[in-house]
């Protein structure tokens, strides 16, 4: 019998039998359904462990449950940072321009949306862009040109279907201007 078939002969012997133990365990199918699913892909990983093993439902059961606990603690970690940080503001808070913009972005190809995010969101100069996307400094200008110019249009498409500011010219976007 190769590795492989005994992870599928003890994964249909024994998963069911698993995700209930671990659903009274954690109190969540879904949770259990998952750390089951977890500790089997770990099997995977090491199938001749596993096939050394004399229990090795035992072994699948322990790591479901460590898994289900290690993910307990991260999510009542991140419970208590979201407490403190408080709620995100609602959309029904974010004007008509920022939802605008938004939209704007979504519709902009990935490697666009990506450069001017990082450098204008997240203000970070070009070569570390450059660094981040893992291409030169000049596909990131080249990006961030052609973005701008993809969210000029859009957001001028979109100030005239209703009222709102004028529209804004492709390379005004993101730099600094002084009005004569």
Known sequence: ?????????????????????LYAVTGDLNEAQEAVQEAFTRALAVPRKVAALEH??????????????????????????????????????RSPEHLALLAALRDLPEGQRQ??????????????????????AGTVKSRLSRGRQALAARLADSDHDGPGPEPVEPNSIGRKHVRA
């Open 115 to 136: 450069a001017l995010a990082l450098h204008y969101l997240v203000d970070l100069p070009v070569d570390e862009v450059a660094a981040t996307l893992g291409v030169s």
């Open 56 to 93: 090795p439902e035992a072994w699948l059961r322990r790591v479901a449950v460590n898994v289900a606990r290690t993910r307990h603690r991260r999510r009542r970690v991140l419970d208590t940072l979201l407490r403190r940080i408080g709620p995100p503001p609602a959309v029904a808070d």
């Open 1 to 21: 019998m190769s590795d492989g078939d005994l992870i599928s002969e003890l994964y249909a012997g024994c998963f069911r039998r698993l995700v209930v133990q």
